[in-house]
């Protein structure tokens, strides 16, 4: 359960220059705090052990204490140039990477006192999108110029790749399984790859495997729930989509009309998924029914990213 009492915590952020924390269960807003006024949450992740919530944005990324009332981020990391699109943490928090517009991928170390950029790669172009492998040691990237990277941090050892020509990867994802790599540009297509790993062998193959025309506009994000057999794409078609990973057909479609669906993520059972949206509302969806059960309002603009980690959600 979550750090804060035994509550199920969902933070959301956006347009409004706030993040909030949501009681998930009940979809109360228990906190509200300021992030920066010139700048939209870009993305948002909790350290692992959930008491801390980083947020990224224009020429920032601001570290906050979940588990006190404080309102101002407890770390500002320090030297961070233009957009900073994505963020993540290593399984035990020993590091945080950051993608950003300034076209690197830092990797943070968060043992320090005062976390400093241990690490970085260039990819050349502005970054939109970085997550990491579950083997905890090499992370994708997707950049404006169509390249998908495939970076080992420990060895330096890289790949690159270009799906498609002239179109720009919105975002990538690796299955918690390990098998699939997946990305999505703002031509509305998904590209799916199978993943492989040897011993001798210091960086995972990618061999390609499937191209999805998945939205007919703009694809947001992509993400793989808990049990790897879903994958969730959003849209600026105003749908979320839910694809089965055993042929990547498409199961479900989530529709929030005329409104941008920005980010994604799944309840640990794989039962559930959050959604934020252009319309200023997070909604949580039960994927047997396509039914939005909760909606979490208080965003007076567009919700662009949300967090959420948990053990199960119950009915």
Known sequence: MEATGDQLILATGGYDHS??????????????????????????????????????????????????SCTTPVINFEGVQKNVTRLGFQEDGKWMFTAGEDHRVRIW??????????????????VNAAC???????????????????????????????????????????????????????????????????????????????????????????????????LITTSGDGTARIWETEHFTMWRELSVENY????AAFSADSKYVFTASSDGIARLWKLQTKNAERKYTGHTKAITALSFKDEIVSE
Request: charged share 20%; hydrophobic share 35%.
């Open 109 to 126: 170390d968060m043992l320090s006192p005062q976390p400093h950029c241990s690490r970085v790669f260039d990819c050349q172009a502005p």
């Open 19 to 68: 993040i909030k924390l949501w009681q998930a269960h009940t979809g109360h807003c228990i906190h509200s705090m300021r992030f920066v006024d010139t700048s939209q949450v870009n993305a948002l992740d909790r350290t692992p052990d959930k008491t801390r919530l980083a947020a990224c944005g224009y020429q920032c990324i601001r570290l906050y204490d979940m588990e006190t």
């Open 260 to 263: 941008w669906v920005w980010d």
């Open 132 to 230: 990491l492998h579950p083997n905890q040691v090499e992370i994708a990237m997707g950049s404006q110029n169509g390249g998908v990277y495939l970076w080992d941090v420990k060895s330096e050892v890289h790949d690159q790749l270009i799906p498609e020509v002239d179109a720009s990867i919105q975002d990538v994802a690796i299955s918690p399984d390990g098998q699939y790599m997946a990305a999505v540009n703002n031509k509305g297509n998904c590209y799916i790859w199978s993943l492989s790993s040897s011993p001798n062998q210091q960086l995972s193959t990618l061999s390609p495997k499937l191209k999805i025309a998945a939205h007919k506009r703009y694809v947001l994000r992509c993400k793989f729930s808990p049990d790897s057999r879903l």
